[in-house]
């Protein structure tokens, strides 16, 4: 493989783990005109975990479609990348891992479920909250391993839901959950005391699951993308492109 791979990734997951999986070219998370940056590298694939929105703009979704008519396979899961993917899978995108699963069928639509808020990339993006995701999981496990009965659960959950991304941690959780008259005190406790070892990370299990399946793509020489779609220059996409790439696209 002449080029490498490119990997969007922030906060889902540390560079230094996911080196262990995949050799690759590790990029901060993907904003807008970033893919399009990638392009011109002409790397073996992209993969995209992570990505900014809300006070950066998102990577387009034009961007992933330019790299895959070029040859480019794009693939995602976990966060941004899972989103994307979900949203383009019927042009060429390969998702990879549960959160993509849940988007593709529809049993998750808002984006907010994979949002967190986190550090700087100096530090290593550490989270700053949880993600809906991982927080759905999580009870899920509980109640499964006999923690939380099914209306504790629910009512937790959208306990979790009610609150914004930016403020979703289960210490918060557990204390509105406390002031609640219809869940069991006792329930509350013994799921306080079993998070600890019990705490899911949805986001990182994706996220390493694509990471694998990248590597043994490359390996067994399978990487590769046919587009299910004719790229189409618009006048938008000339405006947006150009200042990008400095040349004509």
């Known amino acids: 493989m002449s080029n490498p791979v490119i990997v969007f990734l922030g906060p889902t997951l540390p ?3 996911a080196r262990r999986v995949l050799s690759a070219d590790y990029r901060p998370p993907v904003a807008q005109g970033d893919v399009l940056r990638a ?3 002409r ?3 992209i993969a995209i975990i992570d990505g900014y929105f809300e006070n950066v703009p998102a990577v387009w979704h034009k ?6 008519s070029q040859g480019i396979p794009v693939l995602g899961a976990a966060s941004m990348g899972a989103l994307r993917a979900a949203e383009l899978a019927t042009f060429g995108m390969e998702g990879v891992g549960a959160i993509f699963d849940a988007y593709a069928d529809g049993r998750l639509e808002d984006d907010d479920e994979v949002a967190v808020t986190h550090g700087p990339a100096e530090l290593g993006y550490p989270s ?4 809906m995701v991982n927080i759905r999981r999580t009870l899920s496990d509980a109640h499964d391993a006999g923690i939380l009965s099914v209306p504790a659960r629910r009512r937790m959950q959208e306990i979790a839901k009610e609150l914004s ?3 979703r ?7 509105e959950a406390e002031e609640e008259c219809d869940i069991d005190p006792a329930e509350i406790a013994s799921f306080r005391e079993w998070l600890p070892m019990g705490r899911a990370d949805q986001k990182r299990e994706d996220a390493m699951l694509l990471l694998s399946r990248v590597r043994d793509k490359v390996t067994s020489g399978t990487l590769g993308v046919r587009p299910l779609y004719a790229f189409e220059h618009t006048t938008m996409w000339e405006q947006v492109a150009r200042p990008v790439l400095r040349t004509p696209v």
């Open 15 to 17: 560079v230094a783990a």
């Open 39 to 41: 392009v011109m590298d």
């Open 43 to 45: 790397p073996a694939a």
């Open 63 to 68: 961007e992933i479609l330019y790299a895959m």
């Open 128 to 131: 700053l909250s949880e993600a």
């Open 165 to 167: 991304y930016r403020d």
């Open 169 to 175: 941690n289960y210490g918060r959780i557990l204390r």
